[in-house]
């Protein structure tokens, strides 16, 4: 139980285009998703936290009409990546938790590899 | 804010062996949760082990242990009977809800320790 896919797994694109990430919880319905951000050999930094229905919280730093999130559904969340540029190239982690469950426990999807040439 | 600190980048030890990778933080919080992830190379995030604050006993799970000092605000994970799969990225997180209830708030991680379990 409490799986968590994303889609795609590794995606290219050019300079300037927009890209967008899919989070799915498959066997649990998530009341709240978050997005990180894990540069090559470094940690895993949160970017933002996304509750169904409502607007995204969007960490300090982090530009939130670049990194657009849509949680429309308990099972669904959206990052978007607008206007991509070489400095956006990041392996990208969406975790969901449980609604009603444990509290605090995040499950993790694993992973979109994001390269922009 | 939080702060979580690994202060050893990199270990390696026998198969078999038992192996502690540290974890101090620092928050102002009296409630909250600890946690450590895995990382194997496949980069999926796992869940080794999970420590409620307010909880004295240490969190076990099989092979995995913690020592928690809340009044040193130190959280070392111990692994016992150290196995080839067990060779990852460790790291080792913070987490504050934002309500009594158990509510949700992102993860403070702290850099990771690549454990090297040699044959």
């Known amino acids: 139980g409490a799986v968590v896919s994303q889609h795609p797994s590794r995606v290219i694109c050019k300079s300037g285009t927009s890209v967008k990430i899919e989070c799915r919880s498959l066997d649990f319905q998530a009341t709240t998703m978050f997005w990180y951000r894990q540069f090559p050999k470094q940690s895993l930094m949160l970017m933002a936290t996304s509750n169904e229905g409502s607007k995204a919280t969007y960490e300090q730093g982090v530009e939130k009409d670049k990194f657009l999130i849509n949680h429309a559904s308990l099972t669904l969340s959206t990052l978007t990546v607008t206007s991509a540029h070489p400095e956006d190239s990041s392996f990208y982690i969406c975790?969901?938790?449980?609604?009603?469950?444990?509290?605090?426990?995040?499950?993790f999807g694993p992973g979109t590899r994001l390269l922009v040439l | 804010a939080q702060t979580v600190t690994q202060s050893q980048p990199e270990m390696s030890v026998q198969e078999a062996e038992t192996v502690t990778l540290s974890c101090t933080y620092d928050t102002s919080e009296s409630n909250y949760y600890l946690f450590w992830y895995k990382q194997p190379p496949s980069r999926q995030m796992i869940l080794v082990i999970r420590?409620?604050?307010?909880?004295?006993q240490n969190a076990t799970e099989n092979r995995f242990s913690v020592n928690f000092q809340k009044a040193a605000k130190s959280f070392s994970l111990k692994i016992s009977d150290s196995q080839l799969g067990d060779t990852a990225m460790y790291f080792c997180a913070f987490m504050s809800p934002t309500y009594s209830g158990g509510g949700a708030d992102g993860l403070t991680f702290g850099k990771g320790t690549h454990l090297i379990i040699q044959p």
């Open positions: 975790s969901a938790t449980i609604a009603g469950g444990r509290g605090g426990t995040q499950y």
């Open positions: 420590q409620e604050a307010y909880k004295q």
